[in-house]
């Protein structure tokens, strides 16, 4: 699997989603549901090699609270900013994620480029899925997460990104870029840092 990590566009809109007729509102900003969009375009730079179909699984997961320890940039930074939204006291270090309920993520070609004469060359993005669910107790490396500081409830659906199954056919063929487009229902969460 490749994993991407420049975009080159960016874009995101997040709303407080609403209750509908005949249901309880949140009770507190933390039960509160968010709709996220998440749009924009990475870069690929997936080659071909042959007369053959290449096949390759590419991930990606757009900024969604900017720096780890800063949360200043991406839509839940501006969330949490813009609506008031307590964060943990100092003291634990702690991440900024989100909780999903439901999603619909969108992947396609964005750009593609075949030098020299074209002999049957082919591109195609054949399924693209949410990348594995982090939870509590989950993590990479050293750092795992632990229970929502604010609620001391374990979480789970935590988003992390979109797995994407890509394909080139010619040997100089070029799958440049993937535009996206990731619509999340879910809860702004704050997750302990666990160092193992």
């Avoid at 080159?8 to 309880?24: D, K, M, S, Y």
Wanted: hydrophobic fraction near 40%; include cysteine; proline fraction near 9%.
């Amino acid at each position: 699997m490749k994993v991407l990590n420049e975009f080159t566009g960016q874009n995101w809109l997040i709303t407080p989603a609403a209750v509908p007729v005949g249901h309880r509102p949140p009770t507190n900003i933390h039960d509160q549901l968010w709709l996220l969009t998440l749009t924009g375009v990475v870069k690929a730079d997936f080659k071909g090699n042959s007369g053959q179909w290449l096949d390759e699984t590419v991930s990606f997961m757009p900024d969604m609270s900017g720096p780890a320890s800063d949360g200043s940039s991406g839509p839940l930074g501006w969330a949490i900013k813009h609506f008031d939204v307590p964060k943990p006291p100092p003291g634990r270090p702690y991440r900024i994620r989100f909780s999903l309920e439901e999603w619909a993520p969108f992947a396609c070609l964005g750009s593609i480029f075949d030098r020299n004469q074209s002999v049957n060359a082919g591109f195609a993005v054949n399924t693209w899925r949410p990348s594995p669910f982090g939870k509590t107790g989950g993590g990479t490396g050293s750092e795992g997460i632990g229970n929502d500081l604010i609620t001391n409830q374990p979480v789970s659906n935590l988003f992390t990104g979109i797995t994407v199954d890509v394909a080139v056919r010619d040997s100089d063929a070029y799958l440049l870029r993937l535009g996206y487009n990731i619509t999340l229902l879910g809860r702004i969460v704050f997750p302990a840092v666990i160092s193992g």
